[in-house]
């Protein structure tokens, strides 16, 4: 079911995505699904890689202090519902449902994380490709 809310967003996201803007660079985005874990840990970024229900498969150390919730913690709870409730929103979790039902996301936008923390403004980048989902958030 369509949602214009939902859709216009999308729409906004995927352009920013294509316009250049987001903070990951091309080399790390497409290199991202046959990183180690080391590698995903030494990011410069917030590395959040989940499968399709949102059950969080890694979760790295840029992440976790940029959330205070260790990765032991995070790996295989729902990060729309255990980790993040604030993200379950039609802006958010919008858009990660909108790049499932597309089969591809490259999306861009900001946010505001307000859950168990100060309010917090970040970018995020809504990353799938061969199947596999990504997030990726950096503070503003």
Not at 20 to 26: D, E, I, L, R
Not at 62 to 70: H, K, R
């Given at each position: 079911m369509s949602d214009p809310f939902v859709d216009t967003m999308w729409a906004t996201a995927t352009k920013a995505a294509a316009g250049?803007?987001?903070?990951?660079?091309?080399a790390e985005l497409?290199?991202?699904n046959s990183m180690s874990g080391a590698q995903v840990d030494a990011l410069p970024y917030g590395a959040v890689k989940i499968d399709d229900r949102g059950t969080i498969q890694v979760y790295n150390r840029?992440?976790?202090?940029?959330?205070?919730?260790?990765p032991a913690h995070a790996i295989g709870k729902n990060f729309f519902t255990d980790i993040a409730p604030c993200t379950n929103n039609k802006v958010f979790r919008?858009?990660?449902t909108k790049g499932l039902e597309q089969g591809n996301a490259d999306c861009l936008f900001s946010y505001t994380f307000t859950y168990k923390m100060k309010p917090t403004e970040v970018k995020v980048h809504l990353h799938?490709?061969?199947g596999v989902n990504w997030m990726l958030i950096a503070k503003k």
């Open positions: 250049g803007g987001s903070f990951v660079p091309a497409s290199g991202l840029y992440e976790s202090e940029l959330g205070g919730i260790a919008g858009c990660f799938r490709a061969g």
